[in-house]
């Protein structure tokens, strides 16, 4: 279908919304496909109840219940590509760790520590993205203070976005990925190596420290790079979509950073996210630091979900609150998937039921 252009629109999304109206973008493959522009007399967020599955939903994964092991992640949303959780540790694992049902992503929230792995040690620090491949053996020990880690265990292997026409050195550059030295354990006794597979725990038990590798050469292995490291694309004339913060990429899903950056300073661009129902993906965002500015009552460690087929956009008064501002300052994680989501049994413990009226005037 070729592009056309019918009643009351703009030329340019985005862009001298026609007044009195609310755009609304109608697009595929998550930003990345065909699109059309709508634009409504009302927001389509202005509901006055929903029943079904496809209910925005928000949960504060600081109230997630524990697991007996407080080294494994507590899930709220998976599909069959990925899965999001939450974990409160302290101390060291008992155990080295083997994830075999895929590559695992720490998003450190809150506290500090070291990861001892095959490859060696690194140390981790609040905002750090934590990439461990699939089938790595590892131990995390935390530091002082109060843990709190966003989880993402990915079937696919973790990488990065094709960066295009922006160059290799954009968002952030190589050098900032920090991968760490290797450093042989010497250590006798008796060694556990936990190993996930389907869900399902293993126990192998060694006489000798396992992580004990005196060198190692490739390009899988374990890195981090900070939040703070990320440069994000801006444009001062144009609203862009959110897929040009991509971090990493797998098999069915897309991980973006959004990070402080100047508002777009043309009198007539759109400050604040547009309407849109996604269509093909399920949103997920993770609220680590700042104010976030297109949406209310919203504090750090929430978590937002909104199913595709169901509107979602900037609260009411988002557009007005902006106007004197120069720069967002906000830290948050999304994750957009591809296939569905389903919230877990241990989602509704921490389920703030009233989100989806959070649109209400």
Known sequence: MFHQNKGKTTRQAHVEIPKGTYEDEHGRKGFFGRASHLYHKNPPT???????????????????????DPWQATFVLENEDVK???????GS????????????????HEGSGTVDSDFGPLTYERGDYVVIPKGTTHRLSAGSGNQKYFVIESTSEVDLPDK????????????????????????????????????QMTDVTYSFHPLDCVGWKGDLTMFKVNIKDFRPVISHRYHLAPSVHST???QGYVVCSFVPRPFESDETANRVPF??????????????????FSRKNMGVGMLTFHPYGIHHGPHPGAAEGVKSKTMTNEYAVMVDTFKPL????????C??????LSWRE
């Open 84 to 90: 999001l959780g939450f974990m409160q540790p302290s």
């Open 164 to 199: 295009g026409l922006l160059g290799r050195h954009a968002l952030f550059d190589a050098d900032c990925m920090k991968t760490p030295e290797p450093k042989a354990f010497e250590e006798k006794g008796e060694f556990i190596v936990r190993i996930k597979r389907e869900g």
């Open 248 to 250: 990493f990429v797998g």
């Open 275 to 292: 309407y849109h129902r996604n269509i093909d993906c399920d949103e997920v965002i993770f609220y680590h630091d700042g104010d976030f």
């Open 46 to 68: 202005n509901w006055v109840k929903i029943d079904g599955p496809c209910k925005p939903r928000a949960y504060n994964l600081l109230k997630t219940n524990a697991q007996t």
């Open 342 to 349: 389903r919230p877990t049994a241990q989602a509704e413990t």
């Open 93 to 108: 694992m008992k155990y080295f760790y083997r994830c075999s049902d895929g590559d695992l992503v720490y998003f450190i």
């Open 351 to 356: 389920e703030w039921k009233d989100y989806h």
